[in-house]
Every structure is written in structure tokens, then in C-alpha cells.
């Protein structure tokens, strides 16, 4: 199971972050779970400043990242799912999406969590959804370690007092 080793991760100070949380809409229901789950990650951290933008697919989350990440957001979250069929469109769509994001982060310095389901069934989705019965929280997770890391990055960049 890829959640074994997982830290537990905490946050101080995160309450006044400004997060963006886009969300794309192929596979409503593992959707649903993910955004739902990014949700009760930013209550849970005390976040109250969020928006939420849905997009159609993975593969346009790199450009909503970009876009969000010049706007004064702290932290952008991205969730998507990906599952294989019979050709090569999930390697490519993968791989755009992976290196966008990255690229996003990097660039920008606004850290980009990575709620991107790559699946090889709709089982192994639906499992890592927060729904139900999940084994597990992508959509929580992804929005933990971006404000995690954005609070981290704060406390580095403050300046002194």
C-alpha cells in the first residue's frame, strides 16, 4: 500500500494561508471523494481563506496551477485521476501533468500539492478517494503537504523580528 510510511505531518500557523484548490471532473465519484477530502484538510488546518476551481481534466491542471500560483495564492492544490486503459494516453497525460505541476512549483515558488490519482483501475482509484470504506485520503494528504510546506517556507522567508 503506497501509505505505508507516511509521516504524520502537522501544521502551526496555517490558518492564514491563502490555498487554491483546483479539481478536475473526469470520474465524478473518485472526484467527489478527493475534493471532499481536500475540504475537511482545510478546516482541519484552520485555513479560511480557499478557493476551489474545477477544471475538466488532469491535464489541464498544470495551466490552473500556473494561473492560481501568480495570483498571491500560498499553496495550490491539485486533484486528478488518472486510470489506464488500453493505449498510450495515460503515459502521456501522466507525464504532462507530473512535469507541469512541477514546473509550476519550481518556477513560482508556490508550493503545488499533488492530489493526481494514477491508477491502473477504477478499484485502486476509488481506494485512495477518501470516500467510504477508502484505505485512503489523497485529497487530504495533498492539501496537508502543500500547507505544510508553505507554512515551512514562511517560517524560513519571515523576516526577522
Do not use: N
Not at 2 to 11: D, H, I, L, Y
Not at 40 to 68: C, M, N, Q, W, Y
Not at 77 to 83: F, K, S
Amino acid at each position: 500500500m503506497s501509505g505505508t510510511g507516511a509521516p504524520e505531518v502537522t501544521v502551526e500557523h496555517g490558518g492564514d494561508l491563502r490555498v487554491a484548490v483546483i479539481a478536475a471532473q473526469w470520474h465524478r465519484t473518485v472526484m467527489d471523494g478527493l475534493l471532499d477530502g481536500a475540504q475537511r484538510a482545510l478546516k482541519d488546518l484552520g485555513v479560511t481563506h480557499s478557493t476551489v476551481v474545477r477544471v475538466p481534466g488532469s491535464f489541464e491542471l498544470p495551466v490552473a496551477a500556473r494561473a492560481l500560483a501568480g495570483q498571491g495564492y500560498d499553496a495550490v492544490v491539485a486533484l486528478g485521476v488518472v486510470i489506464r486503459g488500453g493505449t498510450p494516453h495515460f503515459d502521456y497525460v501522466c507525464q504532462g501533468v507530473t512535469t507541469g505541476l512541477t514546473q509550476v512549483s519550481v518556477e513560482t515558488g508556490v508550493p503545488v500539492g499533488f492530489g493526481v490519482l494514477t491508477c491502473d483501475t477504477e478499484a485502486q482509484a476509488l481506494d485512495r478517494a477518501g470516500l467510504p470504506g477508502s484505505a485512503e485520503d489523497k485529497g487530504h494528504e495533498a492539501v496537508t503537504a502543500a500547507v505544510a510546506t508553505a507554512a515551512a517556507l514562511r517560517s524560513v522567508t519571515a523576516p526577522a523580528r
